[in-house]
């Protein structure tokens, strides 16, 4: 399994990127949002993380952007973000993102435990067929 983690915060993308290594994944790193399709073009990913607050793009026009690609709008993408509330958490839901995570509010080995059950959950399985 394949992770594209695109995140700006360079501690957490790497304890994230370790991590799921740990675990058998192939990971990748994106830190600005100039650098998240590329990459997930060229990596294709089965799955994304992806912070909201980044430099260059926001992780909401990268949201709408990947979910407008005919390449990409099948990967499951996992917001995970410091932004707390409701009407954020149902906007990225809205535009396509699978499930939404507080960082202050899960601890990594949660986020990566989470994204291993998104393969072996069978609506995401076939969405991604």
């Given at each position: 399994?394949?992770?594209?983690?695109?995140?700006d915060?360079?501690?957490?993308?790497?304890?994230?990127?370790?991590?799921?290594?740990?675990?058998?994944?192939?990971?990748?790193?994106?830190?600005?949002?100039?650098?998240?399709?590329?990459?997930?073009?060229?990596?294709?990913?089965?799955?994304?993380?992806?912070?909201?607050?980044?430099?260059?793009?926001?992780?909401?026009?990268?949201?709408?952007?990947?979910?407008?690609?005919?390449?990409?709008?099948?990967?499951?993408?996992?917001?995970?973000?410091?932004?707390?509330?409701?009407?954020?958490?149902?906007?990225?839901?809205?535009?396509?993102?699978?499930?939404?995570?507080?960082?202050t509010?899960?601890?990594?080995?949660?986020?990566?435990?989470?994204?291993?059950?998104?393969?072996?959950?069978?609506?995401?399985?076939?969405?991604?067929?």
């Amino acid at each position: 399994m394949k992770i594209l983690i695109v995140e700006d915060e360079d501690v957490l993308s790497s304890v994230l990127a370790e991590k799921f290594k740990n675990e058998g994944y192939e990971v990748m790193v994106a830190n600005n949002g100039d650098d998240a399709k590329p990459k997930a073009i060229k990596f294709r990913p089965d799955a994304i993380l992806l912070d909201l607050v980044i430099p260059k793009k926001t992780g909401l026009e990268i949201l709408k952007d990947f979910k407008s690609d005919t390449e990409l709008k099948l990967i499951p993408v996992i917001v995970l973000s410091n932004l707390e509330g409701d009407e954020i958490i149902k906007k990225v839901l809205a535009l396509g993102a699978v499930d939404y995570f507080v960082k202050t509010q899960h601890p990594m080995a949660e986020i990566v435990e989470k994204v291993g059950l998104l393969f072996t959950d069978t609506k995401v399985g076939k969405n991604r067929k």
